[in-house]
């Protein structure tokens, strides 16, 4: 019942949904462009659309307070990027545990714009032994979901490239807060 109303409510919203979701039942999607307030509920209906039970990583600070139950509810995980706490190695092995498992993580970790993306979803998904879903909100296109797979090769520069691709003709609502699909500095170099 709750995919059909969320159909149905993208649908009157103007929304496409795109479901091209992997094979495999434990997968990492990544959700980009984040730039907007509004990505948040757009991609919990684009979740429910595509009839997964998701769960997503939000900044511990979105937890505290009446809502964060609430957030935890729809599949929230808070994580204090200040604190380096074996976050990547804590989630792999939740993935491990599960017999099915759908994590959401936006890409550039903030809606501000960057001048490159967060790497955790790439290492989760490289320690989890899973794929990456290349998740959208299209808003120039009025296109959201699931668009393709990408299985990591370990050669996280080649794989982002292949992102960086799928990405190039995506926009998010506050095309000024979108920065660019790149890696951070220290693998522009050619000693790794």
Not at 74 to 95: C, K, M, N, Q, S
């Amino acid at each position: 019942m709750l995919k059909k109303i969320s159909k149905y409510i993208l649908s009157a919203l103007g929304w496409q949904l795109d479901a091209q979701l992997p094979r495999e039942k434990k997968y990492v999607i990544i959700g980009a462009f984040h730039t907007s307030n509004w990505d948040f509920p757009l991609g919990i209906l684009c979740l429910w659309a595509l009839g997964l039970k998701a769960s997503w990583v939000g900044k511990h600070t979105l937890f505290r307070g009446p809502l964060g139950p609430i957030f935890k509810l729809l599949g929230g995980i808070p994580v204090d990027r200040t604190v380096h706490t074996g976050f990547i190695h804590h989630i792999a092995e939740l993935y491990q545990s599960r017999d099915q498992m759908a994590l959401t993580i936006a890409a550039e970790g903030t809606r501000s714009k960057t001048e490159h993306w967060k790497t955790g979803f790439y290492f989760i998904a490289t320690e989890a032994k899973v794929p990456v879903a290349l998740g959208y909100l299209d808003y120039g296109k009025k296109r959201m979901g699931v668009g393709a797979t990408l299985y990591p090769s370990g050669d996280i520069r080649k794989d982002f490239e292949i992102i960086r691709e799928f990405y190039k003709d995506k926009s998010g609502l506050r095309s000024e807060n979108q920065g660019p699909v790149a890696l951070p500095p220290k693998y522009n170099t050619d000693s790794e």
